[in-house]
């Protein structure tokens, strides 16, 4: 028995081993597949294919490498073969604690979902995703499905919730320093400025993005900064401008040889031409356009070329050559029907392949788990009876320190609710002694001498002067004591609720100092108590700061309520600030009022992000998620 078992562990040792060895190359293939995902396709399958014939032997998890792999090189082209492999890598990992691949599955799944124009079932999958990058903290993984969500309800044409979920993810990407992604979701928000025809928000940042592209020497962003900007001028129809920027995106992706933008940029310079009824140019345009995608073997942007080309031949009178382009646009078009005929085939015998190939996985993992069964069993059993007695106690420790740690945190969050709740106690006593004590007797005060006032034709001219200006005295300081009183604790927020609450206070502001617009969604029932009043004081700071500071005429607020939670937009005119100075919480900061608002929806677990600088305005974002019941 003895040397079965020092036999065993030698094997189990070398076996061991060699699994060391190729889990190190696979996590290296793995890591060289992820590099290379928005890079070079092809290379993503190189890798996969290394991973998969490596990965025969290893635990599931790293077989799954290898078929998230292959579902990233085909969803550009294959994207049911694409959704099939993700699906797959989803049942092998239905048992595995291995999060993050599990999420990149769901990401992908979305992926997939978009470009089928499912967007219910993408945005599902993309939650998912979500969920499981959070729970683990992976912020990558969080700043990419973030700008993802938000690109679905872009396309839904959801403007105010893709907004929100795209400056979320420029917050996680920028707090991470991820460059690369910051800038995709910065994108996505001047495409989102630009539907909304909110020009001035879209220029500022396609010209933050060309600044960025030039200091990380990217020329591909770069194009597609200007590649925004040419789209906006010709929306707005300033087409000289527009085709500045164009040729520029077309010189820069001419250097990067990336032909499938070149043929877009001429397309699109083609059709700029034609709108100006600039034939000749239009002409050249589109016959560069044709060649190009002749080149690539790109149908699509030549079938558009052709039929813009007979647009042109009609305007000019020129009905032979006219003919001639539409039925090479018709030749074309029976091309790419034809092609995806071809296509469909080869990917449906790939989905009946993986099918197999799907099945022979499971039978192999199920004679490999009963091989690892025998072999491993009796040394993990010898190991488990001599450590477990170790191992209980150390997990008893464990429990009782988590414990306590969520007993200090519930602690810790129970006295900062009672500090906030005895402040609005203190701050309601001391309005109410304001207005009840003080108050009544400045106004029975500014009675009795409005009654002397009037009797005071006796008095010299001198005291009749005196005590007129007593009485106006005392008259604004009932103002001032009814003013402090109802700003330290407003009985509207008492009574009428939060909304009511804004609105009364931002009804005090003369529309002649600033016009302010209150926009709510979502907020027929009361909120938490605490919420509601950390939401007023917040909004309470933000337009006094406007109103010191910002010389605006203008401040937009947004208020929207959802089952995620609770989304804050506070927007003005003015001359905005530089946002550097506003650093880390533990930090000084630039103002006393920020860091208020900071601390504030902080212990609400929300964040707050300010979008400024100089002459741009100021835009205040702020997300309170669900609170969890407490107790």
Known sequence: MLLLIIYLISSCNATLKNEDESIKKVNFWYSQQNYYAQIKRDSVLHYALLIEAAAKNLPVEYQAMAVIGKARFYVGKKVKLSAKLYGQSLNMLAHSKADSLIGRAYNGLGVCYIKMSDFSIALENYFKALKLFEKINDTKGIGGVLANIGEVYQLKNDLPTAKKYILRAMDVNKANNNIVSYLDAAQTLANIYGMNNQLDSAFAIDKMGIKAADSMNSTSFKSAFYNNMGNCYMYSDRPDSAYYFFSQCLLLDSANRNLNFMVDNYLTLGSLALRQKQFVQAKQFFKKTIVLSDSIHENHGKYQAWQELATVYRQENNLTNAIIAKDSAIAVKDRIINEKSENKIAELQELYETEKKEQTIALQQSQ??????????????????????????????????????????????????????????????????????????????????????????????????????????????????????????PNALLSKGLIGAIRDFTQQIDSKVIAINLHTEGLDEPLEEVVETIVYRVIQESVNNTIRHANANELDISIHNNPDGISLLIEDNGKGFDTSNIIADNQQSGGLGLQNIKSRIAFLKGNVHWDSSPGNGTVVSIYIPVQNEKG
């Open 368 to 489: 490999l788990s009963k091989q690892q069964i025998m072999l491993v069993g009796s040394a993990v059993l010898l190991a488990s009876l001599l450590f477990s007695g170790w191992l209980m106690y150390r997990r008893y420790t464990i429990k009782k320190e988590k414990e306590l740690q969520a007993s200090l945190m519930m602690q810790r969050e129970k006295a900062t609710l009672d500090i906030l709740q005895a402040e609005d106690k203190e701050r309601r006593r001391i309005a109410a002694e304001l207005h009840d004590g003080v108050g009544q007797v400045m106004v029975a005060a500014w009675m009795n001498l409005q009654v002397l006032e009037s009797q005071m034709s006796t008095f010299d001219l001198p005291q009749q002067q005196l005590l007129a200006k007593a009485t106006l005295m005392v008259g604004e300081g009932c103002k001032e004591v009814r003013e402090v009183s109802h700003a330290m604790m």
